[in-house]
């Protein structure tokens, strides 16, 4: 009978790893030499077994009518004598658009101090009000070419600076006295819900275009999973990680046993 027949010859071929891969149904196992493999998982999935579903971990895309609401606590303001730093990469071919927003919260009917980065007829523009006039900078290219550029935005107090690629780096200082950013709303990323009233009439449009790698003093934000509230977004394919996990046969054996155990 068959089952005879198969019982003679080897049902594995011992020196492919792939036989005792975990890659799973989102990973596709290569052999890398007789003992290791690597898993290549598919677009969205990551993680050694390629069986963590991440579609915006680093990257996200904005449609004009999309946000990401991060706690205000991932970007707290508490002194005027430290550096605070937002950076970020993106590409857009729309010449308006907000790209982040804090400000207070939606129940405080005017616009006090605020913190935005928003793209404003094809120039990036960086605004800063802390009570005594705001600061603006505006980067002398226009930045809506449908191309990447990685943006670094810094403040101490009344003192800002905004870097986009290696372009000069250009510098601002808000007016007055004041030095504290009070603000206690949460941080938007890509747009604002109520966009004009949230933000008193500063901007008409939100982003539509990819944001991606989001850093606020130095963290790297995982957007999916710091995210408490967003609509609308969806994966950026392009600036998706192709993650490669590198395993030995061996090693995954020993943890299927465990598991099973
Ligand atoms: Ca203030």
């Known amino acids: 009978m068959n089952e005879a027949i198969y019982g003679c010859f080897p049902v594995a071929n011992v020196t492919d790893p792939c036989l005792a891969s975990s890659c799973g149904i ?13 898993c290549r998982c598919k677009l969205y999935y990551d993680g050694p077994n390629c069986d963590q579903f991440k579609p915006i971990e680093h990257a996200a895309r904005f449609d004009g009518d999309a946000f990401i609401e991060l706690s205000a606590d991932e970007f707290p303001h508490l002194t005027s004598e430290k550096d605070e730093v937002i950076a970020f990469k993106f590409k857009t071919k729309q010449p308006n658009g907000l790209l982040l927003w804090q400000g207070q919260r939606p129940t405080v009917a005017q616009i006090e101090d605020f913190i935005s980065v928003g793209i404003v007829n094809g120039h990036l523009h960086y605004s800063y009000e802390l009570g005594g006039g705001a600061a ?3 980067s002398e290219e226009r930045v809506d070419d449908g191309k990447e550029h990685r943006v670094r935005f810094e403040r101490r107090g009344r003192r800002g600076l905004m870097q986009i690629d290696n372009w000069p780096e250009l510098r601002g200082v808000s007016s007055g006295i004041l030095a504290m950013l009070n603000v206690d709303g949460n941080i938007f990323i890509g747009g604002v819900p109520n966009l004009e009233s949230s933000t008193g009439g500063l901007f008409k449009h939100n982003f539509v275009g990819c944001v991606a790698d989001v850093e606020l003093n130095g963290i790297k934000l995982d957007l999916m999973a710091t995210a408490i509230d967003g609509k609308n977004v969806k994966p950026c394919d392009e600036w998706m990680l192709n993650k490669r996990w590198l395993k030995s046969r061996r090693r995954s054996q020993r943890e299927s046993a465990w598991r099973i155990v």
């Open 26 to 38: 989102n990973g596709a196992c290569v052999a890398t030499n007789a003992t290791h493999y690597e």
């Open 136 to 138: 603006h900078l505006v």
